[in-house]
């Protein structure tokens, strides 16, 4: 079967499995908007009409309910892009794919030779499509449907777990924990969240000397290799707080932060390994023993993002091709996740979230291979050379103290 039979056959059955949005669903949502009776209602139709009909019913606060998910009826291929904006102001995504937030990161010495690198970041304004900076936060996680993040406060590792209402900006309550947490991710379902835990920052920096391009020595700020001080992982379940914890210790030759991830189906968690493990990733059952990878799991990398598309029957694996030229364009293998062959590729050197089965967010330099990386987020498209782009050129900053913004990609 060709990349084009998968495709089509995997949109039949999405097709048939969505609801419909019903008659008059736009007009509803822009009547909503005019009539703002308090801020809730108004946040609520604003979701729907700011974020390119990225309207949402998903009940992640009550696992009893169906997950409804009314169709995009505002936008043409459901895309919002302003390539004119670097670090973005204004909502961006496409299909099912919504940039939720972006942080960047900036060094907090505490020594002359031992620091911290610390995140702040810019959260989605349900209400105004726009991206406002929250500093009360060290790290953020949404849920699919971009109406509730899992929040830290700013000293990591955290005692509690804050549940972010994103129409308010009010955190709806708190998880406390008795393992200090420093990472979060939400299952793709949204109702389980997965809570790393650390002894201490799991973003440590150490100043270490070294031989610059000039032949010179530099003092320069590096994570401190093989030092992490992860313990485990909290199992949550997101309606009622209620979870176990599971020691697992960390890889002695990794990064510090190893934060887990669901896998597709919820019930194991991976993480980043290096020097060893199919594709960067080891994975563990839910009590903290290593296992197998799932079937459908087992070729993709742990360091590309997008891993499977919707269906499941397509796979993102990480940068295969990259072509010189002004600008230069890199290429991303698509693959049979159970096999493992190549389908195809499409064009992006980072593939970051599919928008759709056919479609892709990632990050396409903009520069040639013999310039300095600059990049931009672009939809891409399988079987196509065409991309679109969605954001400005992220400028590389040379300040090793400092990070670019990095994006954070949920599901409408």
């Not at 309910?65 to 961006?92: F, S, W």
């Not at 990472?183 to 650390?198: H, I």
């Not at 031989?211 to 313990?231: F, P, Y």
């Not at 020097?275 to 799991?297: I, M, R, S, T």
């Amino acid at each position: 079967m060709n990349v084009e039979e998968l495709v089509r056959d995997s949109l039949r059955e999405l097709a048939a499995e969505q609801p419909a949005a019903g008659p008059g669903f736009a007009d509803r949502v822009f009547a909503g908007r005019r009539r703002r009776r308090t801020r809730r209602i108004a946040s609520v139709a604003a979701v729907t009409a700011a974020v390119v009909g990225i309207a949402v019913a998903v009940p992640l606060l009550d696992s009893g309910k169906e997950d409804v998910r009314p169709a995009n009826v505002l936008d043409q291929d459901g895309v919002h892009a302003h390539p004119d904006q670097t670090p973005p102001r204004d909502v961006i995504g496409a299909g099912d794919a919504v940039l939720a937030a972006y942080y960047t990161s900036r060094i907090r010495p505490s020594t002359e030779k031992r620091a911290v690198s610390e995140r702040t970041y810019w959260l989605l304004d349900a209400e105004t499509g726009k991206y406002e900076k929250d500093a009360r936060w060290s790290f953020v996680a949404v849920a699919p449907g971009i109406r509730t993040a899992a929040v830290l406060e700013r000293k990591l590792p955290a005692r509690r777990i804050g549940l972010l209402d994103l129409t308010t900006g009010e955190v709806e309550r708190w998880i406390p924990v008795g393992q200090r947490v420093g990472g979060l991710a939400f299952s793709y379902d949204g109702r389980r969240l997965v809570a790393t835990t650390y002894d201490d920052s799991p973003d440590p920096r150490s100043k270490e000397k070294l031989i610059n391009a000039e032949d010179k020595e530099e003092w320069v700020w590096m994570a401190t290799w093989g030092q992490s001080s992860r313990t485990g992982f909290y199992d949550l379940d997101v309606a009622s707080g209620r979870g176990s914890w599971s020691a697992v210790v960390p890889d002695r030759n990794g990064n510090t932060r190893q934060d887990f991830t669901y896998s597709r189906a919820g019930d194991l968690v991976y993480a980043q390994v290096t020097g060893g493990g199919d594709g960067l990733q080891k994975f563990y059952d839910l009590h903290g023993a290593e296992v197998a990878a799932p079937a459908d799991e087992k070729h993709l990398r742990s360091d590309v993002a997008a891993r499977l598309s919707p269906s499941g029957r397509l796979a993102a694996l990480g940068l295969t091709k990259e072509v010189n030229g002004s600008p230069g364009r890199s290429y991303s293998s698509i693959r049979d996740p159970r096999t493992g062959k190549e389908i195809t590729k499409v064009r992006g050197g980072h593939l970051l979230a599919w928008a759709d089965e056919k479609r892709l967010i990632a990050w396409e330099r903009v520069t040639g291979l013999d310039e300095e990386y600059r990049p931009r987020l672009v939809l891409v498209t399988i079987g196509s050379d065409k991309v679109v782009p969605l954001s400005g050129v992220r400028e590389e900053s040379l300040n090793a103290e400092r990070q670019e913004w990095e994006p954070v990609f949920a599901r409408r």
